[in-house]
């Protein structure tokens, strides 16, 4: 309410990076995407950088619930390696492979490999732009690693999948 109250663009857009922040932690990251989306309209590239991490954030933790089922593990200690990620994706494959295409639509299972593509690839953006604003940031360094280093292997399962196919 504070957002949508405030005559200032730069009010507004510090309200919807907390909020984006709150929902965030909440996981309720389709709600933070759109308030970290609000956040970058500000002026402050303080601001802006914050909003471009945690839209890169949320983007990931969506890319990551919808072929998962669940959200990405904050713990060091659990997070997946890319052993576990090839299983998980696998599963994913094999489930594909067993549905019926629509004659009309792709199947669940295309859809969800595109959506987190895309997710993916819009959140290794948000990570560029906010490194653009400060060439420093760890995090965002860190979180475009770990977004590219998983996007470059899903497109190796990918191929690998689509050459099963077709012999």
């Not at 593990?73 to 390696?81: K, V």
Request: proline share 3%; hydrophobic share 35%.
């Amino acid at each position: 309410d504070l957002a949508d109250q405030s005559k200032y663009i730069e009010a507004r857009a510090r309200y919807r990076l907390a909020e984006g922040t709150a929902a965030y932690r909440a996981a309720d990251f389709r709600e933070a995407r759109s308030s970290y989306s609000g956040s970058l309209l500000s002026r402050e590239p303080a601001i802006r950088m914050q909003g471009h991490l945690g839209m890169g954030n949320c983007l990931f933790q969506l890319g990551w619930l919808g072929l998962s089922g669940e959200k990405y593990p904050s713990d060091p200690a659990s997070l997946p390696d890319l052993e576990r990620f090839d299983k998980i994706v696998k599963e994913q494959l094999a489930k594909m492979a067993k549905e019926e295409a629509p004659e009309d639509s792709d199947t669940r299972g295309y859809v969800k490999f595109e959506s987190l593509i895309t997710n993916w690839v819009d959140a290794v953006r948000h990570y560029d732009s906010a490194l653009k604003i400060t060439a420093a940031e760890k995090v965002a360094t860190q979180n475009r690693a770990l977004t590219m280093t998983y996007l470059k292997r899903l497109e190796e399962l990918l191929q690998q999948e689509e050459q099963q196919t077709r012999e």
